[in-house]
């Protein structure tokens, strides 16, 4: 397997052409969305699909959901095609080069919206157009996601990111102005040393106690810990 393949359980993922790369992000949404949730969605929509790696996630775990696969970048979306098209779950999976902000592209509501947003800054801008735009908060800024979730989202549906831990508090705030307010959290650190990086949120349009909850992915011999093996035991080999 050369480095550009990530095979799973059900699917392998190539990303050499995707601006947005797998990564431990990726698959922890993709494990952690809607997890344990009395809904079973049957619509769901993947913002910034990158080369696929979520949308297969969510085929995976429900059997009876559509999925949309967005994307801004060509290349990104050819190869998501590529991935979809050589796996077990081609005839549920829609990927389309499409831009988040035009909400005339869209003609149905969702039960799920998943989305690994871009969150870098223009000040480390690295002059790679394709790579910008898929880590840069400039091209899908947070108020724009959250707005345009809002309006896409079903009146009991959900909307999951990962974003730095840095972020989640703004993010939490924008989503309240939205009518979106969260439901789950989980902060991620990669060892018990190290502070929390990434922050798992999940929002539904009701107001309840939100479920709070921590995971470090690697124990001190640097195996993954149970946590996270459990969290990704349906899709890591």
């Not at 392998?12 to 949730?37: C, E, F, P, Q, Y």
């Not at 999940?202 to 149970?226: G, P, V, W």
């Amino acid at each position: 397997m050369s480095q550009s393949d990530f095979r799973f359980k059900q699917f392998t993922i190539r990303h050499n052409r995707s601006a947005m790369k797998v990564g431990t992000d990726g698959v922890l949404l993709g494990a952690w969305s809607a997890l344990n949730a009395h809904l079973n969605p049957t619509r769901i929509l993947d913002v910034g699909t990158g080369s696929g790696l979520i949308a297969l996630m969510m085929a995976q775990r429900f059997e009876d959901a559509e999925i949309d696969g967005i994307d801004i970048d060509s290349p990104s979306v050819e190869q998501a095609k590529d991935n979809v098209e050589n796996s077990p779950f081609k005839e549920r999976i829609k990927i389309h080069n499409q831009d988040f902000s035009d909400i005339n592209n869209y003609n149905r509501k969702y039960h799920l919206i998943v989305s690994n947003p871009p969150f870098y800054h223009e000040t480390t801008l690295s002059g790679n157009n394709a790579r910008d735009a898929a880590r840069h908060t400039h091209s899908l800024p947070f108020e724009e996601l959250i707005e345009q979730a809002a309006l896409l989202l079903e009146e009991e549906g959900i909307f999951s990111v990962i974003i730095p831990s840095q972020s989640a508090s703004d993010f939490i705030s924008i989503c309240a102005q939205n009518n979106l307010y969260l439901s789950r959290r989980l902060d991620v650190k990669s060892t018990e040393k190290k502070s929390h990086k990434r922050a798992l949120l999940e929002f539904t349009t009701a107001i309840h106690a939100a479920e709070m909850k921590s995971l470090t992915l690697y124990d001190e011999n640097q195996q993954r810990s149970e946590g996270y093996a459990q969290l990704t035991k349906d899709f890591y080999l």
